[in-house]
């Protein structure tokens, strides 16, 4: 059996020293076969690679994490299938760290679950897809979950292969009942009033000073939501919709069951027919949770709320 085109090695590093020097020796190497290289980091560790680089860097493209994957849900769709798909049938190093120091304890799950899914959404594909942690920053629950979620381990030392790789285990393990708000507005909701959730929503954001294409992205979010409940969910569902952290979240909850581990993260032909549901509803918010068990599926998108 021919081994796997795919490969997803964590990069483990203790300083701005190491993390510059493995980062710039993974994209010269790649820059040398004549792959196409992409690094999504946040700003400053951007910055950092791009100086490393010298003028290398401008055959790179950079993105920066904390815009392009500020919802972990948008990174296999918009960032790590956005640079691959654009260049068919070759094999793309990509440099892509969804975790860093100041990812809050919510989002850290659908991070957790999006590096699991990374292996299932690109096996087969010619890609390398390297992910970096800084060791000294993060807490040991993230760091020891990354044996779990990379199948090989970087660090200064070397490389090795994982002893604890279990990618499904930790999509299940953060598939855990969402914690229940202290006060929020609801709306029960069916074919005949899909349209009261929508403004239900779009008058809460409204009062907290939300405006403009944001606001409609709120509207067509609960939009695409209230239709998978509609279509997939049983024929109704209950909004909820309240003010957590600095941010709104619209949460919709039904009697489906989401099945698919990467529903919302595959790409879809804009040509092709049909609602685009939990895609649109990942590249729109800032955070996606999503609890589902048979009999029961809540959903709940999150938008920063500027002050």
Do not use: K
Not at 204 to 225: F, K, Q, S, W
């Amino acid at each position: 059996m021919p081994a796997d085109p795919f490969h997803h090695p964590a990069l483990l590093y203790r300083s701005d020293r190491e993390y510059a020097a493995a980062t710039t020796a993974f994209v010269t190497e790649g820059l040398a076969a004549g792959d196409p290289v992409a690094v999504a980091v946040p700003g400053a560790r951007l910055a950092l690679i791009r100086d490393a680089l010298g003028s290398a860097a401008r055959d790179v493209l950079m993105l920066d994490m904390t815009e392009a994957g500020r919802n972990p849900g948008r990174i296999i769709p918009a960032v790590l299938h956005g640079f691959a798909d654009a260049h068919p049938g070759r094999h793309v190093r990509i440099i892509g760290e969804p975790v860093w120091p100041g990812r809050t304890p919510a989002e850290y799950p659908a991070c957790a679950q999006h590096e699991a899914l990374i292996n299932l959404a690109f096996a087969g594909r010619p890609a390398t897809i390297m992910c970096p942690y800084d060791v000294e920053a993060l807490g040991d629950e993230v760091i020891g979950e990354v044996a779990r979620t990379h199948p090989v381990l970087r660090d200064a030392s070397g490389e090795r292969a994982s002893a604890g790789d279990a990618p499904e285990q930790v999509v299940e393990g953060h598939n855990r009942p969402l914690d229940e708000p202290e006060s929020c507005v609801s709306l029960r909701f069916d074919r005949g009033n899909l349209s009261a959730a929508r403004a239900l929503a779009a008058d809460e954001a409204a009062a907290r000073g939300i405006a403009g294409d944001r606001l409609d992205d709120i509207r067509l979010t609960v939009a695409e939501l209230g239709a998978n409940s509609l279509d997939h969910g049983g024929g109704s569902g209950l909004l909820r919709v309240w003010q957590a952290d600095g941010r709104l979240v619209c949460e919709v909850s039904d009697s489906g069951h989401i099945t698919d581990p990467l529903a919302g993260r595959r790409p879809v032909d804009p040509r092709q027919a049909g609602s685009r549901g939990l895609l649109i509803v990942n590249l729109l918010s800032d955070l996606v949770r999503i609890h589902t068990r048979p009999g029961a599926t809540t959903v709940r998108a999150y938008f920063d709320l500027t002050t």
